[in-house]
């Protein structure tokens, strides 16, 4: 069966700092990954994700993530962080064909809650 | 992406009582998904809402306590039936649409307290 480690649950940087969040999964085959976000009180909003292609992804809000097959992992970064960036992150991987209609069936991490300090 | 909204956006209900949980879209979506997000934790997939059709459930969950309805393209419902306090969650639901069925879209979540 899938899964998704983050393995740290708190993190807190400097506004402008870098940023780097971990995750890894376990997954048989080519994985489908996400990053999404969840600000206090929001729903989830989707960051980036990788199926395919060049393993550096790009997202929003100045996001972009690395997958390495390697080491199954799909960290995501940032080169500076701002205040607004405090919130939840939730690494997830997808499995696509487990509906019949398609779609995927998406297995989330933990998350880690970012703190950003002024 | 689709707009998805939630209906409540929160509710603090007794013990024992029901809720009953819409997902609106703004446009027609192929998947509906419902998601339960427990104080503290990640998210755990309830069931997909198949149009048509009966929902599909996850280990775990079952059409007593969790029966679901989508009755078209752009709406469904979750119901938490007979609830305890272990049901006070986040509950979201997500879409996946077009040739993009393999991204989900979130919604923004209806807070549940049960007393």
């Known amino acids: 069966a899938q899964s998704v480690t983050q393995p740290d649950i708190h993190i807190t940087v400097s506004e402008g700092a870098s940023l780097e969040l971990r995750c890894n999964y376990s997954?048989?085959?080519?994985?489908?990954l996400f990053w999404y976000v969840q600000s206090p009180g929001q729903g989830l909003q989707l960051l980036l994700k990788y199926f395919s292609g060049d393993t550096l992804v790009q997202g929003i809000k100045g996001f972009e993530a690395e997958f390495k097959r390697s080491q199954s992992s799909f960290n995501l970064r940032k080169p500076s962080v701002h205040w607004s960036d405090a919130a939840e992150y939730f690494c997830?991987?997808?499995?696509?064909?487990?509906?019949?209609?398609?779609?995927?069936?998406?297995?989330f991490g933990t998350g880690t809650q970012l703190k950003v300090e002024l | 992406s689709a707009v998805i909204s939630q209906k409540p956006s929160r509710d603090i209900c007794q013990r024992g009582t029901s809720l009953t949980i819409q997902c609106q879209v703004d446009?027609?979506?192929?998947?509906m998904f419902w998601y339960r997000q427990q104080p503290g934790q990640s998210l755990t997939l309830i069931a997909t809402?198949?149009?048509?059709?009966?929902?599909?459930?996850e280990s775990g969950f079952v059409i007593d306590k969790f029966p679901i309805s989508r009755p078209n393209l752009t709406f469904s419902t979750l119901t938490v039936s007979n609830m305890s306090p272990e049901d006070s969650s986040i509950y979201l639901c997500?879409?996946?649409?077009?040739?993009?069925?393999?991204?989900?879209?979130f919604g923004p979540g209806t807070r549940l307290t049960v007393l």
């Open positions: 997830a991987v997808g499995d696509l064909g487990l509906y019949t209609g398609g779609g995927n069936k998406l297995t």
């Open positions: 997954y048989g085959a080519t994985p489908y």
């Open positions: 997500s879409v996946a649409t077009g040739t993009s069925t393999d991204t989900q879209y």
């Open positions: 446009s027609q979506v192929t998947m």
């Open positions: 809402a198949n149009q048509g059709s009966e929902a599909t459930y």
